[in-house]
């Protein structure tokens, strides 16, 4: 996390639940154990503005039990957002063994990532209909157009 300004959510802002938008594996999210090196590729199955619900399909165990703290970088190649998002989780929810689902609320964010993640959230749930695909050549043309459609929402960097 860069030492810019950030945003700590507190746990009356938590509890609202945000609207979901699935996604059934369309962003990559690196996720570890803070202060940890290993980390580990996730897919998103749902996202929403205050968190994602993750998944893991490989046969090895993750080391995320509930009230993990994790450092996370939200689509790390930058295929679907502008940049890359970096924040801290917590994993709130575990299900399953193999494949495994991790509901993570993000706990703190810096305020660029922040305007981000939100304006690719609010993208997503006003075009959720339209990423409903079998087809990976219309996901890949869908997240082309939504990229070029978030850069022109996305706020410019500040110096």
């Not at 590729?41 to 090895?60: I, M, P, Q």
């Not at 075009?127 to 409903?132: I, M, N, P, T």
Request: aromatic share 4%; net charge negative; with cysteine.
């Amino acid at each position: 996390m860069s030492n810019s300004a950030s945003r700590v959510v507190h746990p009356a802002e938590a509890r609202v639940r945000a609207p979901r938008v699935s996604l059934d594996g369309n962003i990559v999210v690196e996720s570890k154990t803070l202060g940890t090196n290993v980390s580990y590729r996730l897919t998103t199955d749902n996202v929403s503005k205050s968190g994602l619900l993750l998944h893991w399909s490989n046969d090895s165990r993750l080391p995320f039990i509930i009230n993990t703290l994790i450092e996370m970088t939200i689509d790390p190649g930058a295929t679907i957002l502008k940049q890359p998002v970096n924040c801290l989780g917590k994993i709130v929810r575990k299900e399953g063994a193999v494949p495994t689902q991790f509901g993570v609320r993000i706990v703190q964010i810096d305020n660029s990532d922040l305007e981000v993640w939100e304006a690719c959230v609010s993208l997503l749930e006003r075009d959720a209909r339209h990423l409903v695909t079998e087809d990976p050549a219309e996901h890949d043309e869908q997240a082309d157009s939504l990229k070029k459609r978030h850069e022109l929402v996305s706020v410019p960097a500040k110096h």
